[in-house]
């Protein structure tokens, strides 16, 4: 008899399988219809040995401290400042958009001030924020909307801005100065050795048993247990008694190319010449030295594996039905994105996941220094490395924090294997 099921080995599933079997003593079984751990944050090295995400980039950040310190129990961390340029008007400008974007668009020399007052003169004051698009020419105005956010959103969610929540281009800030950080949290890192080395050490524990290429319908009525955590479509649990969900998924092609290093930058966002929204060169990402680079294209498509929820108000009075039922389902937790029909970052799910936790352990909260483990050490943020770097022809230059149990900074080499000090030049 297990005392869980739980339904997904992605982040909600695999952090409450840790916490329970390691803190509640839990006989945990957790499936996955898919052949592997790590939901969508999966990495794996490709033919190559280069190491690649395959559902897209995923970049870890947090402002949460307990988040941080909870996943440095399971990996080493390098130090990684996610940046972004757009391909607008035929540059290469830095995304989000901020004084070196309109400077080298425009062909202008403004300040951080000059910028304040030339976006309040080419903003359209919207007195109510209903819409994407709604946000966008409020901040910046109509051009730089047409320019940046109108046809990446169509292509992202088949829906043109004016009929898409706020909250989709909400997320994109604006900014006066040259921060080209796409992301501003306290802490921004990769895991040392990919996410998928870290999964594994989320689910070592002897109290948990997994099941891949499972659905868990065919073992559920085979399987004795007591409760189930489920992080799976809401709706498809309940058989889509009132209609599908909207969801947009993603194609992605991988294409590895015989050079050192291709792009100017991690990510290059399309907004308007191609039908791929953007690329992503993974060597930015891992800091891994190899003699070839990796790159994936994201196509959007209306059908697939559900990765985003539509933002739309018919679609969140549908989720109320379902939550409805979902709330007075005894003995089954729903929890992550799927679940709640809410696109979260990583670390909002580690959240969700440990709050979860908390409720089924009778906890208040939980908080890393309640456990008498010690966490592995945890890099600090570094404020003074906001600086983009740009990768020389011959060596893509890396950045790394994390130590080895000897003090050596450890970079990887083509097969995920840690270096040793005298194969990646220390001394």
Known sequence: MFDYLIVGAGFAGSILAERLASQSDKKILIVDTRNHIGGNAYDHYNEDGILV????PHIFHTNSRDVFEYLSRFTEWRQYEHRVLASVDGQLVPMPINLDTINKLYGLNLTAFELTEFFASVAEPKEQ???SEDVVVNKVGRELYEKFFRNYTIKQWGIDPSDLDKSVTARVPTRTNRDDRYFTDTYQAMPLHGYTRMFEKLLAHPNIKIMLNTDYREIQGVIPYKEMIYTGPVDGYFDYRYGKLPYRSLEFKHETLNEQVHQPQAVINYPNEH???RVTEFKYLTGQEHQKTSLVYEYPRAEGDPYYPVPRPENAELYKQYKALADATPNVHFVGRLATYKYYNMDQVVAQALSLYAQLAERPSWHPEE????????????TASNRSFQPSP??????????SSSGKSEKLNGNGKALSPTQNGSA
Do not use: C, M, Q, W
Not at 53 to 56: A, D, F, S, T
């Open 53 to 56: 995400h395959k559902y897209g």
């Open 129 to 131: 924020i209903r819409t």
């Open 371 to 382: 456990e008498s483990v010690p966490a592995k050490k945890a890099i600090a943020p570094d």
């Open 275 to 277: 039908l791929y929204t």
């Open 394 to 403: 011959s060596k893509l230059p890396l950045t790394n924090f994390p130590t």
